[in-house]
């Protein structure tokens, strides 16, 4: 059974803190992602990534940063968080542009 | 205009019925079509999808994509409790794996 984990399923931070979402895939793909979802906004691309040490800004990357130093893991950092970052993130990765496997999805609150 | 439109409900209807959702969306270069099931505090999971337009048949579910109009339609039919979930629909052009574009998802309850 395919696989995608995330570390936290709830987080509560503070205006400013550096905060680290961290996703681990089992499946051996190639391709992972971080959205975030917002109601009403459905999901956005925040950063991709199609290889080790390879990444690709998405369409609301500002504020986000990303490391993939293993195949296997995908880790989400916001620098200084702030409260309009409130929401909940979501990790993917897949081997086609059809099908992406999620992550059951980390609610961040940013205080 | 948003790329891909989609009612946001929320749909409640009785167990046993038909439901349709739908999304439109504005790119004629979208070739692929998924529709994506996310239960309360768990990740989307793809359900199935459908590459230009015609029908798609699976069990229950029937996805149907309308190119000359860009609107597409999953139908589920006999409706459970256990389909009461947020239906996202997405499409993409044929190759980017960036760029595939979600709507903002159906919220549907099926009454017992």
């Known amino acids: 059974d395919v696989k995608v984990t995330q570390s936290s399923r709830y987080l509560v931070k503070r205006t400013g803190e550096k905060v680290f979402l961290e996703c681990v895939q089992d499946?051996?793909?190639?391709?992972m992602f971080w959205y975030r979802q917002d109601p009403g906004l459905g999901l956005r691309l925040i950063y991709f990534?199609?290889?080790?040490?390879?990444?690709e800004k998405g369409d609301i990357p500002e504020g986000y940063s990303v490391s993939r130093e293993k195949k296997e893991r995908f880790s989400l950092i916001l620098e200084s968080a702030s409260t309009n970052q409130t929401s909940m993130y979501l990790c993917?990765?897949?081997?086609?542009?059809?099908?992406?496997?999620f992550g059951p999805g980390t609610r961040l609150t940013v205080l | 205009q948003k790329e891909v439109e989609q009612d946001p409900g929320p749909l409640s209807v009785p167990e046993g019925a038909i439901v349709s959702l739908n999304c439109t969306y504005s790119?004629?270069?979208?070739?692929?079509f998924m529709w994506y099931r996310q239960y309360s505090r768990k990740g989307p999971e793809l359900l199935m999808y459908?590459?230009?337009?015609g029908n798609k048949e699976d069990g229950r579910f029937t996805a149907q994509v309308d190119k000359s109009s860009k609107y597409i339609s999953l139908f589920i039919r006999d409706s459970q409790p256990s389909d009461s979930a947020t239906y996202l629909c997405?499409?993409?052009?044929?190759?980017?794996?960036?760029?595939?574009?979600f709507g903002p998802g159906t919220s549907l309850s099926v009454i017992p």
């Open positions: 993917a990765s897949s081997f086609s542009p059809q099908r992406k496997y």
């Open positions: 499946m051996d793909h190639e391709n």
């Open positions: 990534s199609y290889d080790v040490k390879m990444k």
């Open positions: 790119n004629s270069a979208f070739q692929y």
């Open positions: 459908t590459y230009s337009s």
């Open positions: 997405a499409m993409t052009m044929k190759t980017s794996y960036d760029k595939v574009i």
